[in-house]
């Protein structure tokens, strides 16, 4: 990809890669994702991060095309994540007299990476410092655990320009023609969703800012309607349900059990609910999972007994839940279990470590396969649930 004005002197030379299986080698990228980077041509030179080692010598032709001739003052390291920031040291080296500018904590990750002295070539910044480029001047601002502890944004003031990092980032290449938001918040919830709080505070420094643009590390410059996207990213990290719905998430053994959660969302749409949403844990994708279980204000959880326990897929499912911060939803129980139903219990034991978790009186405790009085069960928790 060759580079694309954003403006004028700003230049995105960022790259695609559809190759990619895995993305932080855990989460399916069907559509690929995008590395970006940019470049702002002024009287100083500054280069906003660099790209994944997959894709240097695109990003490094990028670059140069970019420059014309023209050597880098300034590195920018937004995030120290090496699908950011793999390049510092090439860079540094083509460019003897560059700056690498990045905060306190950004310069012991450099060291741990790499085998490169930055000691004289070091700018350390804090929050609200600022660099003058000549028309345009970056100012920095501290994003610690967005998702990393040294993550910073920067604001262009000519330009009103939000460099975001990872934030309003997304999966799926920049030329894969797909909703942002579905992609966006299946990124959010799965890489950055343990730290609400922390993106509530960049929220708030961001409210100060005259934006025009946001420009993120993954997926498209974000031009139009920003309130769009930032009342997304606000919704998200405050924890509220986006949508009135529910969530059936099951793991089924031998089919049972998939045949009380398919019973479960036809009871609850015959009884006024808005969308109920289904997914298989031991084969659906487990981010999609965890991306409808925050999508929706409620949640229904059913699973096979399993050696004393649960099925191991609904544990990973909760798992991962938990360590996201999941909270402020409403949860029905359905277990399963041929001797000894235990199921329920499994997942209550979990479920009450998590904040302002409501879950329903009634558990549909199924003994094998789904009968008569297990629909009446049924019934009720559905009734219960929407309330």
Same mark, same amino acid.
């Given at each position: 990809m060759k580079d694309i004005k954003i403006t004028d002197k700003i230049l995105y030379i960022g790259a695609d890669d559809r190759d990619l299986d895995l993305f932080e080698s855990q989460y399916i990228i069907p559509n690929g994702v995008s590395y970006n980077s940019y470049v702002i041509l002024d009287e100083k030179v500054a280069v906003m991060?660099?790209?994944d080692a997959r894709r240097r010598e695109e990003w490094l032709t990028n670059l140069e095309e970019a420059l014309a001739?023209?050597?880098v003052d300034?590195?920018?390291?937004?995030?120290?994540?090496?699908?950011?920031?793999?390049?510092?040291?090439?860079?540094? /080296?083509?460019?003897?007299?560059?700056?690498?500018v990045g905060n306190a904590k950004t310069f012991p990750m450099i060291s741990q990476f790499f085998?490169?002295?930055?000691?004289?070539?070091?700018?350390?910044?804090?929050?609200?410092?600022t660099l003058n480029l000549g028309e345009h001047e970056l100012t920095f601002v501290m994003a610690p655990m967005v998702h990393w502890p040294e993550v910073m944004v920067s604001y262009e003031k000519t330009e009103k320009i939000l460099f975001s990092a990872d934030g309003f980032g997304k999966?799926?290449?920049l030329d894969a023609e797909e909703d942002w938001a579905c992609e966006a918040r299946r990124y959010y919830f799965n890489i950055v969703g343990k730290y609400g709080a922390q993106v509530q505070a960049l929220l708030k420094k961001a409210a100060a800012l005259d934006i025009a643009m946001i420009c993120p590390l993954h997926g498209p410059i974000l031009k139009e309607n920003l309130e769009y996207y930032i009342g997304k990213y606000d919704i998200w990290s405050s924890y509220r349900p986006e949508d009135?719905?529910?969530l059936v998430a099951y793991a089924s053994i031998h089919g049972n059990t998939k045949q009380a959660a398919l019973k479960m969302k036809e009871i609850l749409e015959a009884k006024g609910a808005k969308k109920v949403a289904v997914t298989d844990l031991s084969r659906d994708d487990m981010a999609e999972a965890v991306e409808d279980a925050f999508r929706y204000d409620k949640m229904i959880l059913a699973a096979a007994t399993y050696d004393g326990g649960v099925f191991p897929c609904? /544990?990973?499912?909760?798992?991962?839940?938990?360590?996201?911060?999941?909270?402020?939803?409403?949860?029905?129980?359905? /277990?399963?279990?041929?001797?000894?139903?235990?199921?329920?219990?499994?997942?209550?034991?979990?479920?009450?470590?998590?904040? /302002?978790?409501?879950?329903c009186e009634q558990v549909v405790s199924i003994k094998s396969a789904v009968k008569e009085h297990d629909i009446a069960a049924m019934e009720t928790l559905a009734e219960e649930l929407l309330g």
């Open positions: 991060d660099t790209v001739g023209r050597t300034y590195l920018v390291v937004s995030h120290m994540e090496p699908d950011h920031a793999a390049n510092i040291q090439i860079l540094a /080296e083509k460019y003897p007299e560059m700056k690498v085998d490169i002295d930055l000691s004289n070539r070091s700018m350390v910044v804090k929050e609200g410092d999966f799926g290449a009135d719905g529910v609904m /544990e990973d499912f909760l798992h991962h839940l938990k360590s996201k911060n999941f909270q402020k939803r409403r949860i029905g129980l359905i /277990e399963n279990g041929t001797w000894a139903p235990t199921a329920a219990k499994s997942m209550k034991s979990v479920l009450e470590q998590m904040k /302002e978790i409501s879950i």
